[in-house]
């Protein structure tokens, strides 16, 4: 009997119906690094010295999710077995535990009247606001009505950007969570990851889906797009920018390997493989770039080079 059900789209590893890609890397303000680790959460200086290790407990489970507030002071993780905590950045001691977050898969800091709050996005779709002054139950400020949360990043102060599984991403107004500034609709696989490229004057982003489309979006009418890409299907699994918003780098979870590319002159890219499974990526530098490896043992160093229309990259154990 001839069958007219849909053929499934083979998707990366990390996808699930109800999933985030986990961020397992980040910068401070002062140009720290935090990061998972073999045995959790620690923080390294400039020159990927060791300085703290975070108080993150083995019994919390697997951390899913990083992040650092804008004023530097605070480190959240989201676990696979317990609340989101937040950290000081500093000690690396538990400051409070959002106990009243359920299911989290991500957080990412924000500021509403001149005060740090956290934005947790949840495994049913939603965005919940909890303030960081006191162990609030959390106010539910926006969510995807079509579809759950598949990336989400405050890229300014007054902006907050999803993309969720069903391909839809969505610029809403900070505080005015509600208010959508645009809508970008591009994309029929789920949103890996979204960077900004840019704010001043006009903001610009760039969006990795799991079928491996690459876009850029922005300037004057936000929702104008560009794509940069196609990586192939099953492939994509996550994306940086390079400070100066001009070198794109994905990282390849079938294929093992980081392609860069140039944001003006995208036929002008380079590919590196790599010495092992890859989990996160992250720029440091204009021309540099690490790489987590599987359970969070080592990570590379991958040196970009961009002269003579060119991009080189190597790859080194730090």
């Known amino acids: 009997a001839l069958s007219l059900a849909p053929r499934p789209r083979l998707l990366p590893s990390w996808v699930s119906p109800l999933a985030m890609r986990p961020h397992l890397m980040c910068l401070a303000p002062d140009g720290s ?7 959790g959460v620690a923080v390294l200086g400039r020159d990927l010295e060791h300085k703290v290790d975070v108080a993150h407990q083995e019994s919390d489970g697997d951390p899913i999710d990083i992040d650092v507030s804008p004023s530097g002071a605070y480190v959240s993780i989201v676990s696979s077995q317990a609340p989101p905590s937040i950290f000081s950045l500093a000690s690396g001691q538990r400051a409070l535990a959002l106990k009243n977050a359920k299911r ?4 990412r800091f924000a500021h509403v009247a001149s005060e740090e709050v956290a934005l947790v996005a949840t495994k049913v779709g939603d965005v919940r606001l909890f303030r960081l002054k006191e162990n609030s139950r959390g106010v ?7 579809s759950a949360l598949s990336s989400l990043i405050v890229p300014t102060a007054d902006l907050c950007v999803s993309g969720d599984l069903g391909g839809k991403v969505r ?3 900070v505080p005015d969570f509600w208010s959508v500034k645009a809508f970008l609709m591009g994309h029929r696989a789920p949103v890996c990851d979204i960077v900004m490229l840019a704010s001043d004057p006009h903001l610009r982003l760039a969006t990795l889906d799991a079928d491996g489309l690459l876009m850029v979006w922005g300037g004057e009418e936000p929702a104008r797009e560009q794509r940069l890409a196609d990586i192939g299907s099953g492939k994509a699994l996550a994306l940086s920018a390079s400070p100066d918003g001009e070198v794109l780098m994905v990282l390849s979870e079938a294929c093992q390997s980081v392609l860069a590319l140039s944001v003006r002159e995208p036929e002008v890219r380079s590919t590196v493989d790599l010495p092992g499974q890859p989990n996160d990526l992250m720029f440091v530098s204009d021309s540099r770039a690490l790489v987590l490896l599987e359970g969070g043992l080592a990570y590379h160093s991958v040196e970009v080079r961009r002269e003579d229309g060119r991009i080189d990259l190597q790859v080194r154990l730090e």
């Open 104 to 107: 989290a898969q991500a957080l």
């Open 140 to 146: 539910m400020v926006f969510g995807h009505s079509a």
């Open 171 to 173: 610029i809403s107004g």
């Open 33 to 39: 690094l935090v990061l998972k680790t073999g045995g």
